[in-house]
Nanobody
Framework: QVHLVESGGGLVQPGGSLTLSCAAS????????MSWFRQVPGKEREGIAS????????SYADSVKGRFTISRDNGKNTVILQMTGLKSEDTGVYYC????????????????WGQGTEVTVSS
């Protein structure tokens, strides 16, 4: 059975940092592109960071480029999102997703999802 379990969310002040983790099981982790998505009420799930199966390439949404870093450990089946310089607009529920596609074009091309972890950036 496939499981993606996110952790690390919470309340943080603007300018602060937070690290999210996603633990995967039940599928061949090192064959899948892994990504972090963010969703706020009333809006679609937005892809913010992605890492290839081999970890050789990463991509970021413009809104987080230079502030967030995605990484993965294929030996531990985990993917990490390090977030720095947090802003109020980073508030949302963060989801970990796994895609069989090498270059997924949207949330519809993801096979597995976690339950999400909430991040609130507020003073």
């Amino acid at each position: 059975q496939v499981h993606l379990v996110e952790s690390g969310g919470g309340l943080v002040q603007p300018g602060g940092s937070l690290t999210l983790s996603c633990a995967a099981s039940g599928f061949t982790f090192n064959h899948y592109t892994m990504s972090w998505f963010r969703q706020v009420p009333g809006k679609e799930r937005e892809g913010i960071a992605s890492i290839s199966a081999s970890a050789h390439s990463t991509s970021y949404a413009d809104s987080v480029k230079g502030r967030f870093t995605i990484s993965r450990d294929n030996g531990k089946n985990t993917v990490i999102l390090q977030m720095t310089g947090l802003k109020s607009e980073d508030t949302g529920v963060y989801y970990c997703g796994a895609s069989w596609y090498g270059d997924p074009r949207g949330a519809h091309e993801y096979d597995y999802w976690g339950q999400g972890t909430e991040v609130t950036v507020s003073s």
